[in-house]
């Protein structure tokens, strides 16, 4: 099966700067997400990262606040912007292979935000 | 949007007992997907639904898609100690215009007293 990279794993940041995640996949993928964990709940989308055009956000985010890019079939970075401490979360890729199919998760980055 | 009701929210069980958790929701969903989490991991996929009444099994796992689509259960056989962890359903509604994200219940933490 392909591996799902993300990077960084973790990290510590402060209030009111950016991270930017990045996600690499070692096979082309048709589908990349963006989700969120928030600390000991359960995973919501953030954005749907389309390949050369801009991401589509669920209702609650912002390209403004999480922007998204997609440069190719294989990678997609998410960038947390102005961080708050409410930003503390686990950020977690996922892809697919095929439309609307199985979709496969990185091992996420966590982040906290002091 | 779409909300899925998981249950139990925790499980305390014996080694060697069947567990069971279900989904349900009040929109149909067109796909479902059950996934283990573990501390420090994402969410690694165990079985993949998509047609109503369908019925998968995984080695000790078996899952159910609900015949009316708006349900899933998951069961497991005669549990072990590398079954502990936090199992998520997920759905996914089609919305004919592309990729749609999925839907995530607030997981089952399972844990198996020796």
């Known amino acids: 099966s392909a591996v799902i990279s993300q990077k960084p794993s973790r990290d510590i940041c402060q209030r009111g700067t950016s991270l930017t995640i990045q996600c690499q996949v070692d096979?082309?993928?048709?589908?990349m997400f963006w989700y969120r964990q928030q600390p000991g709940q359960s995973l919501t989308l953030i954005a749907t990262?389309?390949?050369?055009?801009?991401?589509?956000?669920e209702s609650g985010f912002v390209i403004d606040k999480f922007p998204i890019s997609r440069p190719n079939l294989t990678f997609s970075t998410l960038t947390v912007s102005n961080m708050s401490p409410e930003d503390s979360s686990i950020y977690l890729c996922?892809?697919?292979?095929?439309?609307?199919?199985?979709?496969?998760f990185g091992q996420g980055t966590r982040l906290t935000v002091v | 949007g779409q909300q899925l009701n998981q249950s139990p929210q925790s499980m305390f069980i014996q080694e060697g007992e069947d567990v069971s958790m279900n989904c349900t929701s009040s929109?149909?969903?067109?796909?479902w997907l059950w996934y283990k989490q573990e501390p420090g991991e994402g969410p690694v996929l165990l079985i993949a639904?998509?047609?109503?009444?369908e019925l998968t099994s995984n080695g000790r796992l078996t899952a159910q898609f609900g015949i009316t689509r708006k349900d899933s259960f998951l069961n497991i056989s005669a549990s072990i100690p590398s079954d502990v962890g936090i199992y998520f359903c997920?759905?996914?509604?089609?919305?004919?215009?592309?990729?749609?994200?999925?839907?995530f219940g607030k997981g089952t933490h399972l844990i198996i007293q020796p």
């Open positions: 996922s892809v697919e292979w095929g439309l609307n199919t199985e979709a496969f």
């Open positions: 096979s082309q993928v048709t589908m």
């Open positions: 990262a389309n390949q050369g055009s801009e991401a589509t956000y």
């Open positions: 929109s149909i969903f067109n796909t």
């Open positions: 639904l998509y047609k109503a009444g």
């Open positions: 997920a759905g996914r509604v089609y919305s004919g215009g592309g990729a749609d994200g999925l839907t």
